[in-house]
């Protein structure tokens, strides 16, 4: 992987508590040092928090894709009709 | 009534949803409210199984009937915060500018790369293994899967840091 690419594998690595003790002082001492590092990492931190809001949001309409399969059975669709 | 090679949760909702809009229904809810409040139950229970953290001391349909019915009283009100189950942020949406920026970074990096985000997804919260997906989306293997997998999330978050710039 070229050398970028590492370096955003170390960080999901860190937000993912994955790291070693050692590793993660190491990595912390980096961000004290480095605010580009620090500045990546929050912006990793939310692409995080993005993605789950991407997969949640397809999860909704999956759920919503159902009931409408389930609402053409007709055993199902009469229980909801007459609850 | 399970089907062969169903999808699980869809026979979940067969079974159980017709049980749970009924109990709502004698508590004064409506269809519309139960179907809600089912579906973030369906979440909960989806994200806690595949990150398998689901510990179940009942049936899938008693845990989830029992949590569709706290997330409907928490949404009439009728439940405090700290008798929440857990997980269940994981329907709550917030509501501040920050959300707005997000939600609309989102709709553009869907639109211009729907694929890594289907990728990311199938990673970080499907839990699904780098083999796996390299099968699922025509990758040469689990490395390239995975060079793929950061290249995604470094775009995701170079769209980030570009959005926050703009913002201040």
């Known amino acids: 992987m070229r050398s970028e690419l590492n370096e955003v594998y170390l960080i999901d690595q860190y937000l993912l508590g ?16 480095d605010e580009a590092i620090a500045e990546k990492l929050e912006a990793q931190r939310t692409a995080h928090r993005l993605i789950r809001r991407y997969a949640l949001k397809e999860e909704r309409r999956r759920l919503e894709e159902i009931y409408q399969l389930l609402l053409d059975e007709p055993d199902f669709a009469h229980k909801i009709k007459t609850i | 009534m399970t089907r062969q090679s169903e999808d699980p949760i869809t026979s979940l909702y067969r079974d159980s949803f017709p049980d749970f809009a009924r109990m709502i229904r004698r508590m004064g809810g409506s269809l519309e409210e139960a179907k809600d409040a089912f579906h973030d139950a369906l979440l909960i229970y989806i994200e806690r199984e595949r990150a398998r953290k689901l510990n179940l001391h009942s049936s899938p349909k008693a845990y989830l009937l029992g949590t569709a019915r706290i997330c409907w009283l928490h949404t009439r009100g009728k439940v405090p915060i700290s008798e929440l189950p857990e997980g269940y942020e994981a329907a709550e949406p ?75």
Do not use: P, W
């Open chain 1, 18 to 33: 994955r790291l070693s003790k050692e590793e993660e002082q190491v990595f912390e001492a980096s961000l004290l040092l």
């Open chain 2, 94 to 168: 917030e509501d501040t500018n920050e959300e707005e920026r997000e939600q609309s970074l989102l709709e553009s990096l869907v639109r211009s790369g729907k694929k890594c985000m289907d990728l990311l997804k199938a990673f970080y919260y499907d839990h699904c293994s780098m083999q796996d997906i390299a099968n699922r989306f025509g990758f040469n293997g689990r490395r390239s899967a995975t060079v793929q997998k950061y290249k995604c999330l470094e775009k995701v978050r170079e769209a980030i840091k570009t959005t926050q710039a703009y913002a201040q």
